[in-house]
């Protein structure tokens, strides 16, 4: 279990953290939860730095890494769900193609077949990443706001969700265009492992 290791299972662990701190109705938990998140993808991009850097690439962390980053934004984008920041159709559709790719990577794996996750899908993570802290910062922004005792319009402003909706739907397209590009550039790697 060495340090990029490490890093990745600190992530899945900071996960129900961040969901637990964000649903507290209250402003000093959502700047701890959006601090948790913050540091949770941190290791996102430290893990596999480190992992290249020292040369300690293994099977387990080609495999856990990815797996790590589906369950923090599933987490953050449930939690947003829950609070009805964005719609769940959305989110159901890039849930289920995290999963679904993940337990074809996961049969994979176990019939000893490494499957790395392509340039297009990290492009995808990032875009992911992006969308959750834009919508952390404006829940940040309310609570804030409104603990002053302010009331602005921004937060009662249907266009606002519009927005979120429409970074939302093109997050969802470009993870379900990534899972389509995936079974496409091992579909012969998928035959053999559905054998």
């Given at each position: 279990?060495?340090?990029?290791?490490?890093l990745t299972?600190?992530?899945?662990?900071?996960?129900?953290?961040?969901?637990?701190l964000f649903?507290?109705?209250?402003?000093?938990?959502?700047?701890?939860?959006?601090?948790?998140?913050?540091?949770?993808?941190?290791?996102?991009?430290?893990?596999?730095?480190?992992?290249?850097?020292?040369?300690?690439?293994?099977?387990?962390?080609?495999?856990?890494?990815?797996?790590?980053?589906?369950?923090?934004?599933?987490?953050?984008?449930?939690?947003?769900?829950?609070?009805?920041?964005?719609?769940?159709?959305?989110?159901l559709a890039?849930?289920?193609?995290?999963?679904?790719?993940?337990?074809?990577?996961?049969?994979?794996?176990?019939?000893?077949?490494?499957?790395?996750?392509?340039?297009?899908?990290?492009?995808?993570?990032?875009?992911?990443?992006?969308?959750?802290?834009?919508?952390?910062?404006?829940?940040?922004?309310?609570?804030?706001?409104?603990?002053?005792?302010?009331?602005?319009?921004?937060?009662?402003?249907?266009?606002?969700?519009?927005?979120?909706?429409?970074?939302?739907?093109?997050?969802?397209?470009?993870?379900?265009?990534?899972?389509?590009?995936?079974?496409?550039?091992?579909?012969?790697?998928?035959?053999?492992?559905?054998?």
């Amino acid at each position: 279990m060495n340090l990029p290791n490490k890093l990745t299972i600190s992530r899945i662990l900071l996960s129900p953290v961040f969901m637990v701190l964000f649903l507290v109705d209250n402003i000093y938990s959502r700047y701890f939860a959006t601090l948790v998140f913050v540091i949770a993808a941190l290791t996102d991009a430290y893990d596999g730095y480190l992992a290249r850097k020292t040369g300690v690439v293994t099977g387990f962390g080609k495999f856990m890494d990815p797996l790590a980053d589906k369950i923090l934004t599933a987490t953050a984008f449930v939690s947003f769900v829950a609070l009805g920041y964005v719609k769940a159709w959305m989110i159901l559709a890039i849930i289920v193609r995290e999963f679904f790719i993940t337990g074809l990577r996961s049969l994979a794996a176990y019939k000893g077949i490494v499957i790395m996750p392509s340039l297009l899908a990290q492009w995808k993570t990032a875009c992911q990443m992006i969308v959750i802290f834009i919508i952390l910062l404006y829940t940040n922004l309310e609570m804030t706001f409104l603990s002053l005792g302010y009331s602005s319009n921004l937060f009662h402003n249907p266009w606002t969700f519009r927005v979120f909706d429409g970074l939302v739907f093109i997050t969802m397209l470009l993870t379900l265009g990534t899972g389509i590009d995936y079974m496409v550039k091992n579909a012969s790697l998928l035959k053999e492992v559905l054998r």
